[in-house]
């Protein structure tokens, strides 16, 4: 385990603080009516859609025809997307930063939808930063499919088992393992300067 040099992250929740709730505490009164939304009227396959490239749009009328009478809300949802980034994750791109100046090979691999990834880029200038970043949109494919971390491994000349992968999803840290990188479930930044630490990506 001793002096991975190359560090992959994913970005939603671990370099942003992203909440779904956030956006839609905007829409409804109580939560109740927020985790029925979410659950019920979005469910997981929405945004598997997004992540793996279909238009928002067309998402959006597609799950429009299905819960009509949540037409408007469904449509300001992706409208209004990015009102779901509170900011930065605390203390992850002072640590982007610290790997970097250990001439660390620093890289992201995340699930994230195609028009909204260049306004997170706009808007979080420090992913500027990162070496390369596969974004599952671009590709089709998304996270735990041991098949985008092997495009991944084969755009950026990665090794697996000279990696530390890092996502605060356990089934995503399950696959990267399955596959050779040291994974890391991210809890919050001390944590990760920590386990970094330990395996000796950092001083």
């Given at each position: 385990?001793?002096?991975?040099?190359?560090?992959?992250?994913?970005?939603?929740?671990?370099?942003?603080?992203?909440?779904?709730?956030?956006?839609?505490?905007?829409?409804?009164?109580?939560?109740?009516?927020?985790?029925?939304?979410?659950?019920?009227?979005?469910?997981?396959?929405?945004?598997?859609?997004?992540?793996?490239?279909?238009?928002?749009?067309?998402?959006?009328?597609?799950?429009?025809?299905?819960?009509?009478?949540?037409?408007?809300?469904?449509?300001?949802?992706?409208?209004?997307?990015?009102?779901?980034w509170r900011g930065p994750v605390?203390?992850?791109?002072?640590?982007?930063?610290?790997?970097?100046?250990?001439?660390?090979?620093?890289?992201?691999?995340?699930?994230?939808?195609?028009?909204?990834?260049?306004?997170?880029?706009?808007?979080?200038?420090?992913?500027?930063?990162?070496?390369?970043?596969?974004?599952?949109?671009?590709?089709?494919?998304?996270?735990?499919?041991?098949?985008?971390?092997?495009?991944?491994?084969?755009?950026?000349?990665?090794?697996?088992?000279?990696?530390?992968?890092?996502?605060?999803?356990?089934?995503?840290v399950t696959a990267a393992r399955?596959?050779?990188?040291?994974g890391i479930v991210f809890t919050?930044?001390?944590?990760?300067?920590?386990?970094?630490?330990?395996?000796?990506?950092?001083?």
């Amino acid at each position: 385990m001793s002096g991975l040099r190359t560090v992959v992250f994913d970005v939603g929740g671990v370099l942003i603080d992203a909440d779904y709730r956030l956006l839609c505490r905007k829409f409804f009164d109580g939560d109740a009516e927020v985790e029925f939304f979410l659950a019920e009227v979005l469910g997981a396959e929405f945004h598997h859609q997004r992540d793996r490239g279909v238009p928002m749009a067309d998402t959006a009328a597609e799950w429009s025809l299905r819960h009509p009478d949540y037409e408007s809300v469904i449509y300001g949802f992706c409208d209004r997307f990015p009102e779901m980034w509170r900011g930065p994750v605390s203390g992850s791109p002072e640590l982007l930063a610290d790997l970097k100046a250990a001439r660390v090979g620093v890289y992201g691999l995340t699930n994230w939808g195609r028009e909204t990834w260049p306004l997170a880029c706009e808007r979080f200038p420090f992913l500027d930063s990162l070496d390369g970043v596969l974004v599952s949109s671009e590709v089709g494919i998304t996270k735990p499919d041991p098949e985008i971390f092997q495009t991944f491994c084969a755009r950026f000349g990665v090794t697996p088992e000279e990696s530390v992968f890092i996502d605060d999803v356990v089934q995503n840290v399950t696959a990267a393992r399955s596959l050779g990188f040291h994974g890391i479930v991210f809890t919050d930044a001390d944590e990760l300067r920590n386990d970094l630490i330990r395996c000796g990506s950092l001083e």
